[in-house]
């Protein structure tokens, strides 16, 4: 799959901006994303029970199904901000809709950062003209910027669809879990989608894609995964039968993907990705149930961080993970590399185990002898810099 | 509560050894535990699917109900070894009862360390003399030393119980989790107890005290904890209505308390332990879960090694358990300190949340407004030593 320059806003009629506001002390922490047409969209959010207060406002903006702006900062989560917290969330998308000249209910607000905090509303009124004059298709590096925490890069891609163009952006580097993280994901597409479909169809990819990552095991309150398309493009994805729509489909899965993988590789502190895969369960709830006790093991995360084939460990957390299977069947393989097979260690020179780390990311398959559901899922190593760097900055 | 000398030998009857037969590269790592008399016995294991070879022999022992003696090593768990670490376990017990000259039936086996190795059994076969000839009720520091792993200090204590005596030891330091850990216990008691009530008592202690404590949210294959009474002190307990039953259970539960609270305190790496106690539950499965969220979270844990009061990640980990509960309801104090009130926070002077920490353990409350049910449980902090000690050890 080609990409395209221009992330977030190649699609037609896609703008955006970004700049410091002073949430943060030193970086840009405010962007807008505009679409000249108001365009049909669908959302995702975080199952944590504490919802953010502008997840509260987006979804039930989203409930008429149409968008043209979405505002985000970053450096704040306006997470367990009570009533005020509400209301500022409320306040944001009326600002930017009087300065766009637009319903605020057609604006989306998603914010990222430090939990419990209130939003430094002053300071944020003084940049929303900026920000709507600012609007511009080459502006999509400083809106990829501005929703950035602790990343240490931009997430960005765009892809050609038949006639239309699938835009993307994102941010998540640490609390990345299964169901979501401190993750938001905007995309973009020129190409018309009726509602329901595109909905249907940003869950299951969603399932797929970022709901199998995790970098700490820590659930966000502020996940959002928003996409927006305007029809500019003059093209309408009507029916999943049509061979335009499996086109879609197929980048979608494709860009989310990538996404989630670049998130991953990005994690906190990370060094070494791995690819966890449970074969022959019995149910796909005992694969997943595995896979993520498995991908979520501090343990099996520092073997993989000293580079230690430690599949001991492995089994261990795949046994600890509550699911039912029968050990004596349990057979694991790292890099392609079986070390143990149906209960039974194999022995292999050290030099071959140590040589399966060449592989990043590494594969991990738990294949448990007895059935046909899998499951996979991406994780990556827990390091000292992950420990430090969350003892010394407030989420 | 008054502590005696003698740890798990303090009680009549019982004594033990502990000697450096080459498993591990330094230390001792090879003990034996003796009762002159045959004792009743009772036992607790790790809820771990995968379950260690020693365990599914002294499992089996244990069914008659009787056991004299116990041989511990520690540097190999004797786990994810097939056949052939079933065969070598329980070759263990038979070198052991040959030399004690009783049936192998009345011994038990634990190993704990790394998962995946075939244990030295020649080593081990060639030290069983000197371990038996080395029997003394003054060696109980040999033997608790022989069974640590990773733990930085041996975890012993003896109490009197109107006539007899109590006595304990204990090793665990990482793979510490709800649901026991890489956890070693061994009870001995020179009360008579009958077999029903013993079972009955330790199981519900260990819900209670071992199975409230996590260090990584790891579950190890290979936990036991044990308990032998051999009556040589001469008085037999026999009904829960007695008053020197309610003596026993108290000085059990408060003996395994605090053996809970030292394997916490010593766990790997750790600097600062928390008491997570979760009111005001609808059921008590709502608050555990919380409580096992909050407690396993490592973005709370790392907060906890920053001495940061970031009640904002408590609340998320709370969100994040799946457990329902209204977040408007939710208050959660640090130190006594609320900081967050039904769902608003409170400005509270930086100085103040600083003091919180000068607590240790740092009692975290987290009210979910809605209920009667609470759960409890012990949990340190994530630091870069943890990491980098994991990285580079084998478990």
């Known amino acids: 799959m080609k990409t395209l320059r221009g992330g977030v806003t190649a699609p037609k009629g896609f703008s955006s901006s970004g700049l410091r ?43 008429g199904g149409k968008l043209q702006a979405v505002i985000v900062n970053s450096g704040n989560a306006n997470c367990c901000t009570g009533k005020k917290g509400l209301k ?39 940049k929303i ?90 659930m966000s309150t502020n996940d959002t995964v928003l996409l927006l398309a305007n029809g500019l493009c003059g093209h309408t994805l009507r029916s999943p039968k049509e061979k335009l729509f499996k086109q879609f489909e197929k980048a979608l899965w494709q860009v989310m993907a990538e996404l989630a993988f670049q998130i991953v590789k990005d994690g906190e502190g990370a060094t070494h990705v791995a690819h966890v895969k449970v074969e022959h369960a019995k149910t796909e709830q005992v694969a997943l149930r595995v896979c993520q006790s498995v991908a979520n093991s501090n343990l099996v995360k520092t073997a993989l ?59 991990i398959r738990i294949d448990l002898g007895s059935g046909r559901a899998e499951a996979s899922m991406l994780t990556c190593d827990l390091t000292d810099t992950y420990v430090r760097f969350n003892a010394n900055y407030r989420t």
């Open 21 to 63: 506001a002073g949430v943060k002390r030193w970086s840009r922490d405010l962007g807008l994303l505009y679409s000249e047409k108001e365009a049909v969209a669908a959302g995702v959010f975080t199952q944590n029970r504490i919802q953010a207060a502008p997840l509260q406002v987006t979804r039930e903006h989203l409930r």
């Open 88 to 126: 500022d969330a409320k306040q944001m998308t009326m600002w930017v809709a009087q300065a766009l000249g637009i319903s605020s209910r057609k604006v989306a607000v998603c914010s990222t950062g430090s939990i419990g905090v209130l939003l430094p509303m002053t300071r944020i009124e003084r």
């Open 129 to 218: 003209p900026s920000l709507v004059s600012d609007l511009s298709k080459r502006k999509h590096l400083e809106f990829a910027e501005a929703i950035l925490t602790t990343d240490k890069k931009i997430k960005e891609t765009a892809v050609r669809v038949g006639p239309g163009i699938l835009g993307a952006v994102c941010k998540g580097a640490g609390m990345i879990q299964p169901n979501m993280a401190t993750m938001l994901c905007f995309l973009t597409t020129d190409l018309a989608v009726e509602r329901g479909l595109l909905q249907s169809l940003l869950k299951s990819i969603t399932q797929e894609t970022f709901n199998r990552i995790t970098v700490d095991g820590d």
């Open 305 to 363: 961080f000293g580079r230690d084939a430690n599949w001991g460990r492995i089994a261990a957390s795949a046994g600890a993970s509550g699911a039912s299977f029968n050990p004596e069947r349990l057979s694991i393989s790292l890099g392609g590399l079986w070390c143990y097979k149906k209960g039974v260690p194999l022995k292999i020179p050290p030099h071959r185990l140590k040589a399966v780390f060449r592989k990043n990311p590494l594969p």
